[in-house]
């Protein structure tokens, strides 16, 4: 067993002295490609989603699809979600994702509901937002993060784990209805547009006699039908919904379990901080911030990360999904609204996670910790899962924080040729359980469990993803122990992937907003504030950022090219900062956030 484990691990050589690190779609021609034509393959397009009954949610998938360029990888994933969103997977009065559905329509779950299922399709529906700025993902959204405020917040600010099917010993009994209670509970013109909408005048759907609520007719085309203006019809569709839920509220509610996990939580942080942006919540960026300060204060002790919590005491040793879901948090909470806390508490992760987790033989991480019990075989997968891979989460996360701060040990995982073998093998991982052109072996059916390491070796080939139109930031200052030679190398690539920016986009025609994997002004924004703090330390790292400031100049779509904040800068790098003791790293980031906020 262990030398069939061991096979699945592709060796990769060490690169030579000065040689850049392959990335997995070069060393794989055509893995990309592959990887949608399976997931393609598996697609149902009359129903959305992939396979056949049951069918669960894919969040990976939807967001590497999400992110993909081809048109039709796009239209898979917005059409899956677009099914969902109208089933009865999604509670149509609540809010919130079941676990998965037992029939091909999305119709009928099963009625769990699972706290990382949640901040998963948040953070995937968010992104969809983003790109298309649709309605029905906006109520999708919204209604996936109120219910997360509403029903699984717990006093401190963590978020409870799941929410049982059962209620009162019955799978469903909270969620379902009969006409008759729904029309008590509605007035006639209530009832006439709501019982269409939700299915109430067709067949029962749940054992033959209740109704699980689904969209069975979409507002917009009874809007045509009844002749009204849509924004009336739901209208009357959003009051009857509060009326429903305030009867259904006075039911017997399923169990809840209290216990915290770490992993769940950053996970439901990152999708309630995506949203946050999107919608322009800062009500949803407090409460996600509450999480993150409650897993700082009773999950993080002395350096060393808990699993778990319940009833406020802490055990069990963090694993790598822990270590690398919550880096992935505190990035997405810097993006959202720098706080330097949030900067300091993700090296010190960074830290734990590459110290107590990296295999520096065979390379990646082990899920568990060095000091673990031991264990007959010590788990180290790539492939996603119900959630994304831990692996490739830290690799995405630790390259993004390398690329953010410029930290030597951080960014060499995934920049420089004689240290990133061992970062490279993270993502190169899925390599032979994804496809082996050699032996012509084909695609095995499992394809579909890589798109996070996919994702996770795009962040290495292109740069850092997510434009920042979407999310807004603001600039951080580089902590002073870090040396200014580890910048260099990060300098030289600012103006060029500034410039690839803009070629890609003007060459393809990407619209605004649309995600993919071209680096975006956030991440250059971090590295600028970065060079900034290290700027005066010498003379021609100073110089070099002045060119690369002067190059930037005509990404004005990104809001930075306006000529007194060029000179500024410029007059920063150069000259450095006189007077008052303000930090240039944080002067100019901030600078920046406020003229990129200014263009929106």
């Given at each position: 067993?262990?030398?069939?484990l061991?096979?699945?691990?592709p ?8 040689d850049a690190v ?7 021609p ?5 990887a949608?034509?399976?997931l393609?393959q598996?697609f149902?397009?009359?129903q959305g989603?992939?396979g056949?009954?049951?069918k669960?949610?894919?969040?990976t ?7 993909h ?10 059409g899956t979600?677009r ?5 009865g997977v999604v509670?149509?009065l609540?809010?919130g994702?079941f676990?998965?559905?037992?029939d091909?329509?999305w119709?009928i ?7 990382y ?5 948040l953070?995937?529906?968010?992104q969809?937002?983003a790109?298309?700025g649709?309605p029905?993902?906006?109520r999708?959204?919204a ?9 699984m917040q717990?006093?401190g600010?963590?978020?409870a784990?799941s929410l049982?099917?059962d209620?009162?010993g019955?799978?469903?009994r909270?969620?379902?209805w ?8 509605l007035?006639?013109?209530?009832w006439?547009?709501?019982g ?14 209740h109704?699980?609520l689904?969209?069975a007719?979409d507002?917009a085309k009874?809007?045509q039908?009844l002749n ?10 959003d009051g009857?919904?509060i009326?429903?839920l305030?009867?259904?509220d006075?039911r017997?509610r399923p169990?809840?379990d209290?216990?915290v996990?770490t992993?769940w939580n950053?996970?439901a942080v990152t999708g309630l ?12 960026l407090k ?5 993150l300060?409650?897993l700082h204060a009773?999950?993080w002790r002395e350096g060393?990360l808990?699993a778990?919590?319940k009833?406020?005491r ?6 790598l ?5 919550l880096l992935e ?13 949030d900067l300091?508490?993700?090296?010190e992760?960074?830290?734990?996670l590459l ?8 390379g990646g991480f082990?899920?568990t ?5 031991a264990?007959?075989?010590?788990p180290?997968?790539g492939?996603?899962?119900a959630?994304?891979s831990g692996?490739?989460?830290a ?5 993004r924080l390398g690329h953010?701060v410029?930290?030597?040990?951080v960014a060499a995982?995934?920049?420089d040729?004689?240290?990133?073998r061992?970062q490279h093998?993270?993502?190169?991982r899925?390599?032979?359980?994804l496809v082996d052109h050699?032996q012509?072996?084909?695609l095995?059916a499992h394809i ?14 292109f740069?850092?993803a ?7 930031a603001r600039?951080i200052a580089l ?6 030679r ?6 030289q ?5 500034i410039?690839?920016t ?10 605004a907003?649309h995600?993919?994997?071209r680096?975006g ?6 590295g600028?504030?970065a060079l900034?703090?290290?700027?005066h330390?010498?003379r021609?790292v100073?110089?070099?950022l002045?060119?690369i400031?002067?190059r930037?100049?005509p990404?004005?779509?990104h ?5 007194e904040?060029i ?6 790098a ?5 007077g008052?003791g303000?930090?240039p790293g944080?002067r ?11 263009h929106r």
């Amino acid at each position: 067993v262990l030398d069939a484990l061991a096979n699945m691990v592709p060796r990769v050589e060490a690169a030579g002295e000065g040689d850049a690190v392959a990335p997995l779609t070069a060393a794989v021609p055509g893995l990309q490609a592959a990887a949608l034509a399976w997931l393609t393959q598996q697609f149902d397009a009359e129903q959305g989603g992939f396979g056949q009954a049951p069918k669960f949610p894919h969040p990976t998938d939807l967001a590497w699809l999400l992110q993909h360029r081809a048109p039709e990888a796009r239209e898979m994933a917005l059409g899956t979600l677009r099914h969902m969103a109208h089933g009865g997977v999604v509670d149509q009065l609540g809010g919130g994702f079941f676990r998965y559905s037992v029939d091909e329509r999305w119709e009928i779950p099963h009625f769990e509901k699972m706290l990382y299922d949640n901040g998963l399709m948040l953070d995937v529906a968010a992104q969809a937002l983003a790109a298309t700025g649709e309605p029905w993902l906006h109520r999708l959204v919204a209604g996936t993060a109120e219910w997360l405020l509403r029903e699984m917040q717990l006093d401190g600010g963590a978020f409870a784990s799941s929410l049982d099917a059962d209620s009162e010993g019955v799978e469903g009994r909270f969620y379902v209805w009969t006409p008759d209670a729904v029309r008590q509970a509605l007035t006639r013109l209530e009832w006439d547009l709501a019982g269409a909408h939700w299915g109430l005048i067709d067949a029962a759907n749940f054992e033959g006699e209740h109704w699980h609520l689904k969209v069975a007719r979409d507002a917009a085309k009874m809007t045509q039908a009844l002749n009204q203006p849509a924004d009336a019809v739901q209208n009357v569709i959003d009051g009857a919904r509060i009326k429903l839920l305030a009867v259904r509220d006075e039911r017997v509610r399923p169990g809840r379990d209290d216990k915290v996990l770490t992993s769940w939580n950053a996970l439901a942080v990152t999708g309630l901080l995506r949203a946050a942006g999107v919608c322009k919540r800062p009500d949803w960026l407090k409460v996600a911030r509450q999480a993150l300060d409650f897993l700082h204060a009773a999950h993080w002790r002395e350096g060393r990360l808990l699993a778990t919590s319940k009833g406020g005491r802490a055990h069990l040793d963090a694993y790598l999904d822990d270590h690398a879901f919550l880096l992935e948090a505190l990035l997405a909470s810097m993006q959202a609204d720098f706080r330097r806390a949030d900067l300091s508490w993700a090296c010190e992760v960074a830290d734990a996670l590459l110290a107590h987790f990296e295999d520096p033989d065979g390379g990646g991480f082990f899920f568990t910790r060095h000091d673990h019990e031991a264990l007959i075989q010590r788990p180290k997968s790539g492939a996603d899962g119900a959630v994304p891979s831990g692996n490739a989460a830290a690799a995405a996360a630790l390259l993004r924080l390398g690329h953010l701060v410029g930290h030597e040990c951080v960014a060499a995982r995934g920049r420089d040729a004689r240290q990133a073998r061992r970062q490279h093998r993270i993502v190169r991982r899925g390599e032979r359980q994804l496809v082996d052109h050699d032996q012509g072996q084909g695609l095995p059916a499992h394809i579909d469990a890589f798109p996070k390491t996919l994702a996770a070796d795009q962040h290495r080939a292109f740069g850092m993803a997510e434009p920042v139109e979407q999310f807004g930031a603001r600039g951080i200052a580089l902590p002073k122990q870090h040396d200014a030679r580890s910048i260099e190398p990060f300098a030289q690539t600012i103006g060029r992937t500034i410039d690839r920016t803009q070629c890609r986009a003007q060459q393809e025609g990407a619209p605004a907003g649309h995600l993919d994997q071209r680096p975006g002004l956030f991440d250059h924004r971090f590295g600028i504030a970065a060079l900034m703090r290290l700027g005066h330390a010498r003379r021609h790292v100073k110089h070099r950022l002045a060119r690369i400031i002067e190059r930037a100049g005509p990404s004005a779509r990104h809001g930075i090219a306006q000529p007194e904040l060029i000179g500024e800068m410029r007059k920063i790098a150069l000259h450095g900062e006189r007077g008052g003791g303000e930090d240039p790293g944080a002067r100019i980031g901030f600078a920046l956030a406020r003229e990129d906020r200014r263009h929106r």
